[in-house]
């Protein structure tokens, strides 16, 4: 049985534990709070307020999410008592001398964590969207903005403390006064749906918006282990198959499903998936498995660790607005689940499906529509032809910017952009609300520095974010113009008439050279001849067709002009 009640100010859940003493501190802000241009905000407070507690000899971390901060802990009384309180005084008073170490650690650990393309391709850039994005706004962070932050958001009205166990003595959390957030606004850059987009290799992903209720929660189990056996056992295709619900907000969850594949595979990997889901739409569940993953549901509710996460959960509901639901209630609710109530969900799930495909693949042969990946229309200004790729060009104006190519248009008004990531060499990349970016590069389009300077002085401050020099490696190059071609010697009179000579010379020289050969001929075939004068004479030839054929490789080697040393 839950207990509510109120420590120090904070709301607080209070349950029977049946293992060591557990605790958790949950606030409602998450990165689905935060500005673009101020992304990791949230998750370098957290990193904050946990520096000054040191070494975590007990079990305790925290978590940054979508809407929620939370911070946890397992251990003795005392243990739990002092990671809380140390939590609650940093949050009062942060170490701000720490934050470019927690930046670079910050920095260092999304190095290695995908963002996620179905947030942004559903949301945009703001709200839910701006989560699927990296930390680009951790450069921005002030120490003003972490003060502002921490004062406005880490507060107790905007906070929810759940104990699995007794209260310990002396637990006294001290916390901020301030008001309660709500789940930031839903926002969608999808206009119809089922819809998919294409994006990476190696994997197809999905998301789906469903209602909030146990039965979901059971579809989400029926849906992986259906892909799992569909996929892998019998096909063989994949070897990553998962699903997942996690609560949105106060009515929606979101169920999300992957399957990888190799490149030769992916075709098959997205037949199977749809298939499927297909299926299942049709109310295709074996009313056997669904009895076992029920089974397997319920156990685990009777599990000690199943305390902590009813506890989280109803925490989170409680800063959702959502009335509370008692565990026998929810229990309730999943053994009334039938065949029929998973179809339904199935239903909910493929009405609102956004799939992700491979890059080169397509889903609208399944019913899904192409998600909008181009503006309407191109800004007016002044335009900058690509060196690199023909028909494609900026459009640089005074209320936006535009990338215009044979395949479409991408536009990103000045009052809509949202992050404007600034590189030294000049290269900007504006980011709008819906998710459109915008990528301007000098080398690639040959845009002035001054016309650079003049976007730069349309975009506001608090939205630009200034990024580290890139290597040379990383920076477009202007493309290499091709060499000149050799210029044509034009052939003047005084050529012309050099040739002519020399070719009169050459005709000379064979002439007498055949006279010669005659001569010699007629001597060697008639021995009656006078040979003393045909000889002289024969000689006269040889003579002058070597003059003129020596003048003639003499000519020929002038009109040539000096040999190239090598």
């Known amino acids: 049985m839950i207990k509510e009640t109120e420590i120090s100010g904070i709301r607080t859940l209070i349950a029977p534990g049946n293992g060591p003493l557990a605790a958790g501190l949950v606030f409602r802000v998450g990165c689905a709070d935060e500005p673009l241009s101020r992304r990791g905000l949230t ?5 904050l307020a946990l520096h000054r507690h040191g070494l975590i000899e007990h079990d305790a971390n925290a978590a940054t999410g979508i809407t929620t901060t939370h911070f946890y802990t397992s251990g003795s009384e005392q243990a739990v008592v002092s990671y809380l309180t140390s939590v609650c005084d940093s949050l009062r008073d942060l170490p701000l001398e720490r934050m470019a170490a927690e930046k670079t650690i910050l920095r260092t650990e999304q190095a290695n964590r995908p963002h996620d393309p179905l947030l942004v391709w559903r949301y945009g850039a ?17 120490d003003d903005d972490v003060r502002e932050w921490a004062a406005t958001r880490f507060t107790r009205e905007n906070a929810v403390l759940w104990i699995a166990g007794d209260v310990p003595a002396g ?5 901020p006064s301030g008001a309660a957030h709500p789940v930031p606004a839903i926002t969608s850059t999808l206009p119809s749906t089922p819809a998919y987009f294409a994006e990476g290799s190696g994997k197809i992903m999905l998301s789906a918006i469903v209602e909030r209720s146990a039965r979901a929660s059971l579809f989400s189990m029926v849906l992986e282990r259906a892909l799992f056996r569909a996929l892998r056992t019998e096909d063989g295709n994949s070897y990553a198959v998962a699903a997942a619900y996690v609560p949105r907000d106060d009515e929606f969850a979101t169920i999300t499903a992957l399957a990888d594949a190799l490149p030769e595979k992916q075709d098959a990997v997205l037949g199977g998936l749809l298939d499927v889901l297909t299926a299942l739409r ?13 089974d397997k549901a319920e156990t685990y509710l009777q599990r000690p660790e199943a305390v902590a996460a009813m506890l989280f959960t109803e925490a989170v509901d409680i800063l959702y607005g959502r009335p509370r639901r008692a565990l026998a209630d929810f229990s309730a609710e999943l053994a009334a689940v039938t065949v ?21 693949e397509r889903a609208d042969w399944a019913g899904f529509a192409e998600a909008p990946m181009w503006s309407e229309q191109a800004t007016t200004g002044g335009e900058f032809p690509s060196l690199q790729k023909k028909d494609f060009k900026l459009i640089l104006g005074y209320e936006g910017v535009s990338m215009v190519s044979p395949h479409g248009v991408l536009t990103v008004l000045y009052a809509e952009c949202v992050l404007m990531q600034c590189w030294p060499d000049g290269a900007r990349r504006l980011i709008g609300a819906d998710g459109v970016s915008v990528s301007i ?42 060499p000149p071609a050799p210029a044509a010697v034009p052939r003047t009179p005084v050529v012309r008439r050099s040739r002519m000579i020399l070719l009169a010379f050459g005709a000379l020289a064979v002439l007498c050279l055949l006279l010669a050969a005659g001569s010699l001929v007629d001597m060697l075939t ?38 190239r040393k090598p």
Request: net charge negative; charged share 25%; no cysteine.
């Open 340 to 360: 029929e109530d998973l179809r339904e969900v199935a239903v909910q799930a493929m009405d609102t499906m956004l799939l992700q495909v491979p890059r080169g």
């Open 126 to 142: 703001v709200g839910f969207g701006a989560a699927g994005y990296p930390e680009w706004g951790l450069e921005l962070i002030t």
């Open 441 to 482: 590069e000098p080398n690639v389009y040959d845009v002035p520095a001054d016309t650079i300077a003049g976007i730069d002085e349309l975009v506001p401050d608090e939205r630009k974010a200034w990024q580290p020099a890139r290597s040379p490696d990383r920076i477009p190059q202007r493309p290499v113009p091709p």
């Open 282 to 294: 049709l109310g295709r569940v074996d009313a056997d498995e669904l009895e076992t993953l029920r």
């Open 43 to 47: 998750h370098l407070v957290e990193h």
């Open 526 to 563: 008639n021995p009656d001849i006078e040979s003393t004068r045909l000889w002289w004479l024969t000689l006269v030839f040889i003579w002058i067709g070597g003059y003129f054929l020596i003048r003639v490789v003499v000519g020929l080697r002038s009109l040539r002009g000096p040999r």
């Open 171 to 175: 637990l006294e959390l001290t916390l």
